[in-house]
């Protein structure tokens, strides 16, 4: 089986976003959520996940509502909330649609270390300001990947520079405290291949010694996961090699934040499962481990359906 554990549902229908800007227009949407029928689900998801799925030859996505309109920086708690349990409904009802292809995941699963938007005003993810959030995750045997909403900082670009930079700057977060001595159980992944920290990681052993902090394979991967987010092949390849195989999870993030062609293969971009059954140097054992038995172990919840 194939597991792909970052996707989003970036095609939901336009009654969604409609009633997301009615809503932070002031303009008091119903209550009860946008009107949208099954078909207009099956509609936004067969020409598009579905098919790609089929293409690329993937089994199953664990599907959350698009990161990029999660929006912590718009108005108070209660839109924030509001708008969760929104997109949260939808996405249970996709999957309760297409069960085989899609296993759901909350809003509130997508850990964003940067509620500000760019700003970065919050405090650090190894802060007990987070605390309450750790413990209902771990109650629940849930991972949380840490994952920003869009940048309203002008100056940094959400998709190419906010959520790489975000990545990055969370796993420094943990390398400086000691976050898993208080939950030894908690679980995140961090997309976009880690962001920087695969092809800096010398940077961050270094970092870390200098800091008296244990070495990183003793001090995070036992808790903390890279996802295979990553669009071409010797950006796969070193990841692949710098990162153990069991702190892989396999990943494309369709149809997400690079959605073209690349000229120089022919392939999407985001074709990511192409990259690791082309890499030279995993195994048959390294590749099940990536594509399917990692997910289980992290999401240890999952049941395929």
């Not at 949407?29 to 020409?47: A, F, Q, T, W």
């Not at 759901?104 to 997508?110: F, G, I, L, S, T």
């Not at 987010?229 to 999870?249: F, M, R, S, W």
């Amino acid at each position: 089986m194939i597991v792909d554990c970052h996707g989003h549902f970036t095609t939901a229908p336009q009654a969604l976003w409609d009633w997301r800007k009615d809503q932070v227009g002031n303009k008091k949407p119903d209550s009860r959520g946008p009107k949208i029928s099954d078909d207009e689900i099956r509609h936004s998801l067969e020409p598009n996940q579905l098919k790609l799925q089929k293409e690329r030859g993937s089994d199953v996505t664990f599907f959350s509502p698009r990161a990029g309109s999660m929006e912590h920086h718009v108005g108070d708690a209660g839109i924030s909330l509001a708008w969760s349990q929104v997109c949260n409904d939808l996405i249970h009802r996709a999957c309760r649609l297409y069960p085989r292809n899609f296993a759901p995941v909350c809003q509130r699963c997508n850990l964003n270390p940067d509620p500000s938007g760019g700003y970065w005003k919050e405090p650090p993810l190894t802060d007990k300001w987070w605390y309450p959030v750790y413990e209902k995750l771990v109650e629940l045997d849930v991972p949380a990947m840490v994952h920003v909403s869009s940048s309203c900082n002008p100056a940094v670009h959400f998709t190419g520079a906010h959520y790489i930079n975000a990545d990055t700057t969370a796993f420094m977060q943990l390398i400086t405290a000691d976050l898993f001595k208080d939950f030894p159980t908690l679980k995140f992944v961090i997309p976009h291949g880690g962001g920087a920290v695969p092809y800096h990681w010398g940077r961050y052993r270094g970092l870390a010694q200098d800091l008296k902090r244990p070495p990183l394979k003793e001090h995070l991967l036992k808790n903390v996961f890279f996802d295979t987010c990553v669009y071409h092949q010797p950006g796969i390849d070193l990841l692949l090699k710098v990162i153990p195989a069991e702190n892989i999870l396999f990943a494309s993030e369709m149809v997400g934040a690079v959605r073209g062609i690349d000229p120089e293969t022919g392939h999407y971009y985001d074709d990511t499962k192409r990259y690791i059954e082309n890499n030279k140097s995993l195994g048959l054992k390294e590749k099940e481990k990536i594509f399917e038995s990692n997910a289980r172990r992290v999401y240890s919840r999952w049941k395929p359906a």
